[in-house]
């Protein structure tokens, strides 16, 4: 079972992981971070923007993203290029070569997805991977449906996500159709998978994710076979682990040598 950890605000839990993943970095400077979009992971970017004026070298960390939208022309601000660069590459100053996101160029696209899981493969792998959800329950841009074996490829986003995402972009017809995402397989191959969700609107996925059967129909619960699974919630996100009380009792009498 995944480790759930329930802090108070989302800011806690950018805190937490910021302060574990700048301490492996610390301890091993070649660490390869697995970096997500969206909302969530923001705090965990600040947070580790900290830790990097406090003296935390980023230099020689390495990066891989989740995933990219297929068809934007290059430098789209809301390409996850630009975010990831904007975000992560220049705020903890990664050297911008270590940096890697899938290339959703139309030009090759047919082999966009391959090309990325070579790059991974040659490099050695992920050490820790951040994870949000979307409310239908996709882990990068892996829909419902997607097989727990999949790898990096192109997908076509759901209504649902679309709705979701079209408010980083002007128009509804500028909203992408197509994405190339890691897949379940690809994630889960990552020696640490850190999944974090915060409000309401995230709790039924989280509780499929964490404590629903496996289904590809609920592509979060491949989490479910991952050895080293930490996930980490407020309260609102958490509201309906039907497990919340033993989870916060474990947290309680947690080893402190144990860390995340
Ligand atoms: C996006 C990303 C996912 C992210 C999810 C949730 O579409 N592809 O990696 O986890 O949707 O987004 P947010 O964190 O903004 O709620």
Not at 28 to 40: D, E
Not at 73 to 82: K, Q
Not at 97 to 109: K, M, N, S, Y
Not at 127 to 136: A, F, H, N, P, S
Request: hydrophobic share 40%; charged share 20%; proline share 7%.
């Amino acid at each position: 079972m995944a480790e759930v950890i329930v802090v108070d605000t989302p800011e806690a839990a950018g805190l937490l992981v910021g302060a574990h993943i700048a301490r492996e970095v610390r301890a091993h400077p070649r660490f390869t971070l697995g970096v997500a979009t969206g909302s969530t992971p923001l705090p965990v970017y600040q947070a580790l923007r900290a830790e990097a004026a406090a003296g935390t070298d980023f230099t020689a960390t390495s990066a891989f993203a989740l995933d990219e939208y297929v068809g934007l022309p290059p430098g789209h601000p809301e390409s996850y290029r630009a975010v990831v660069d904007r975000e992560v590459t220049v705020p903890l100053g990664l050297d911008p070569a270590r940096v890697h996101v899938p290339d959703g160029g139309i030009d090759g696209i047919e082999t966009a997805g391959e090309r990325y899981e070579t790059a991974i493969a040659a490099h050695g792998g992920v050490d820790l991977q951040l994870l949000g959800i979307g409310r239908t329950g996709h882990l990068g841009f892996n829909e419902p449906g997607s097989s727990f074996g999949s790898r990096t490829r192109v997908k076509t986003l759901t209504e649902r996500t679309r709705v979701d995402n079209a408010r980083f972009f002007d128009s509804w017809e500028d909203v992408p159709i197509h994405c190339v995402t890691q897949g379940l397989g690809t994630i889960l191959d990552a020696r640490h998978l850190v999944l974090l969700a915060f409000g309401e609107s995230k709790a039924e996925a989280l509780a499929a994710a964490v404590e629903g059967p496996l289904s590809a129909s609920m592509p979060g619960s491949a989490i479910q076979l991952h050895p080293r699974v930490t996930v980490v919630v407020d309260p609102g996100a958490a509201s309906l682990l039907r497990f919340r009380d033993y989870y916060r009792w474990a947290q309680d009498h947690k080893p402190a040598w144990q860390g995340i």
